[in-house]
């Protein structure tokens, strides 16, 4: 379950807002909606299920304006009842602060709204959201990753994907994060309406219908976020995938993401945002000497090692390469290992079928299936992989292949 609060901001004054949303950046809360009026909060907020809505007192309190502000309270605490509201005003009466607190507001701060202010009344709010008001489903991220192109990234997210979704249909969520290369919809044989980019540019307003309506479904059952159809040269930026995928998780029981080989912004976010990352490897020396560089920067950027699985693709194909020299080269046990079937493969992928369901009996659909089912017991027991042997080490090369004994 999230400890993340969702906030909805009504203020007039989109100064107001940003100043506000600046100061929510560096906490466990996202801004899902803003409106600048209270009526339109009373219309339209339910859908964002917010924890907190933080409210602006209207600077023209005369008695009629001040009257309806009050009941327009009544009604955005009876429209959200699990819902806490904190009021923001510049110098009002005790007796306004009275009644709005009657009204349902839990606190009032005031304008232009402080830092530590605001920190002291999330805490305040936090302990609410702790007993119980209301908690959101946190689904699990699961990150497809390659230092290099080509090494079945994409082929291993969208079977995954497929894997998890028959079991579960309806509740996983496939993302294609790779904008530049983004496979997901041809391998799936897909035609979206709307991309990652879609739905990431407009991550403050994801709520249900919205996303729904971005969304594109697989006959799987599974939910597909394909990458958009153009070339695209914008990145999707991190607080973007930060906010995005804070709110998709809170929808899926599992987010697949079929990420990008470099590590921008963006993907360092959905790394640091997943509870388990597939990290494929080939066996080959430049391969490998890229990702155990991979492996260093993930180190350097504190990603928690016990998430990260090595899954060696085309295990076999690397000639003089065993398993042994991987596991030295990278200084970490591996998790999986995938055969080498590229003629299954690529037929899948001209078929827009994913293998495990296009050609069931071959060893890469049996290997895949059981993959899926392998992290998803872990995922469930919160079981992590062997500890790494080795710390990520120099030399890389083995010393069989610098040709030594
Ligand atoms: N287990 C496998 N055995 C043989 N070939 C495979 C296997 N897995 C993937 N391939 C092949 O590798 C190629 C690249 O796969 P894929 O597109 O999934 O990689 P990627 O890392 O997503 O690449 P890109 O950098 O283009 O995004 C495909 O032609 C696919 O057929
Ligand atoms: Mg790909």
């Known amino acids: 379950m999230s400890q993340f609060l969702r906030v909805i901001l009504v203020d007039s004054d989109p100064a107001s807002r940003a100043g506000v949303r600046q100061i929510l950046l560096a906490t466990s809360s996202l801004v899902v909606a ?3 009026r209270i009526a339109e909060a009373v219309a339209g907020a339910a859908p964002y299920r917010p924890d907190l809505v933080i409210l602006e007192v209207p600077t023209e309190q005369g008695g009629k304006a001040q009257g309806e502000w009050l009941s327009a309270i009544e009604e955005l605490a009876r429209a959200l009842p699990n819902t806490a509201i904190l009021a923001t005003a510049a110098g009002v ?3 306004l602060v009275i009644r709005a607190i009657r009204a349902g507001t839990f606190d009032f701060l005031g304008r232009p709204v402080k830092q530590d202010e605001l920190l002291a009344a999330l805490a305040k709010m936090a302990r609410f959201h702790r007993r119980g008001a209301t908690e959101h489903r946190r689904g699990k991220v699961a990150s497809v990753f390659s230092t290099k192109g080509g090494v079945g ?3 291993i997210a969208t079977n995954l994907a497929v894997c998890l979704a028959e ?4 509740d996983v969520l496939l993302v294609d994060l790779d904008i530049r290369q983004s496979d997901v919809a041809t391998f799936l044989n897909l035609r979206p309406t709307y991309s990652t980019l879609d739905a990431f540019e407009h991550a403050g307003r994801l709520d249900e219908p919205f996303l729904k309506g971005l969304l594109t479904k697989h006959g799987s059952g599974l939910w597909v ?6 070339m695209e040269r914008i990145k999707v930026a991190g607080e973007q995938v930060k906010v995005g995928l804070e709110i998709l998780r809170s929808y899926f029981e599992h987010v697949v993401l079929d990420l990008p080989h470099d590590l921008d912004p963006g993907t ?3 790394l640091e945002a997943s ?3 597939l990290f494929l490897v080939s066996p080959t020396v430049s ?8 492996l260093a920067a993930f180190r350097h950027l504190g990603l928690d090692p016990k998430r990260i699985r090595i899954v060696v693709m085309r295990d076999g194909t690397g000639d003089e390469i065993t398993l042994r020299h991987v596991q030295e080269m990278l200084g970490v046990s591996i998790y999986w290992r995938t055969p080498s079937e590229y003629p299954t493969v690529v037929t899948a992928i001209n078929r827009g079928e994913p293998v495990v369901t296009a050609s069931p009996r071959s060893k890469i659909a049996k290997n895949l299936r059981e993959l899926s089912d392998q992290l998803v017991n872990g995922l469930a027991s919160g079981a992590e992989p062997a500890p790494a042997r080795t710390a990520f080490r120099l030399p890389w090369m083995p010393k069989a292949i610098r040709g030594g004994k």
Do not use: C, H, K, N
């Open 225 to 230: 976020l394909p990458g958009p159809m153009r």
């Open 153 to 155: 990234v994409t082929t």
């Open 275 to 277: 509870d388990v990352i």
């Open 93 to 95: 009466s005790a007796e």
């Open 167 to 170: 079991s579960t249909p309806g």
């Open 268 to 270: 360092i976010t959905a």
């Open 34 to 36: 803003e409106f600048s």
């Open 287 to 294: 391969a490998l000497r890229s990702s155990a560089a991979g």
